[in-house]
């Protein structure tokens, strides 16, 4: 069971029921960068598990909720892009960190845009495909007695125009003779 909200500095204990107006605040905080952890417990907003709770019980409130994230992702990346502009000399190692911050925030608020498989899809998504090529090898030895690796190569494939008996028939004047006889 999630904790219960704790109380304030008077010992008051505020339970907030959910409000399509609450809702709404929850979600446009989150889109701009705020961390529920920082909001939750605070003034009008629930408990950090009550938004959990919220999300499994409202349907609406889970897409407002997951189109927030999204939103959050998208601002994350902007502010990543700020912050490694205005990186200095003096701050290029604090900036690395805050930037490397903020893109892994983006790419678990939005996997599907700024995580390791969007990039591997590039901007239009589509499938990956992964190919396996297997090969070969044996130990050689060459003729003055040194030891090498070479690479064994498969049959080649036989043409399927090609007949590997010779007894195919055709017709007259096909068997290259012109005539002649044998």
Same mark, same amino acid.
């Given at each position: 069971?999630?904790?219960?909200?704790?109380?304030?500095?008077?010992?008051?204990? $505020?339970?907030?029921?959910?409000?399509?107006?609450?809702?709404q605040e929850i979600c446009e905080r989150l889109a701009q960068g705020e961390v529920w952890f920082r909001i939750c417990? $605070?003034?009008r907003m629930p408990s950090y598990g009550t938004l959990y709770q919220w999300r499994a019980k409202h349907p609406e409130f889970a897409e407002a909720y997951a189109q927030a994230k999204e939103m959050c992702a998208?601002?994350?990346?902007d502010k990543a892009l700020v912050v490694a502009e205005?990186? $200095?000399a003096a701050t290029v190692s604090a900036?690395?960190?805050?930037v490397s911050a903020l893109q892994w925030r983006a790419a678990k608020g939005a996997p599907h845009?700024?995580?390791?498989?969007?990039?591997?899809?590039?901007?239009?998504?589509?499938?990956r495909r992964l190919v396996i090529e297997v090969r070969r090898f044996e130990r050689a030895t060459r003729p003055d007695g040194t030891v090498y690796v070479r690479e064994v190569l498969p049959p080649p494939?036989?043409?399927?125009?090609?007949?590997?008996?010779?007894?195919?028939?055709g017709?007259?004047?096909?068997?290259?003779?012109?005539?002649?006889i044998l």
């Open positions: 069971m999630p904790a219960k909200k704790q109380p304030d500095a008077n010992g008051v204990r $505020t339970l907030i029921r959910y409000s399509p107006e609450v809702a417990n $605070t003034g998208d601002f994350r990346a205005a990186a $200095t900036d690395r960190l805050h845009l700024y995580g390791a498989k969007a990039e591997a899809n590039g901007a239009g998504g589509g499938e494939e036989p043409d399927d125009d090609e007949d590997d008996f010779g007894d195919e028939v017709e007259a004047g096909d068997d290259g003779l012109d005539g002649e």
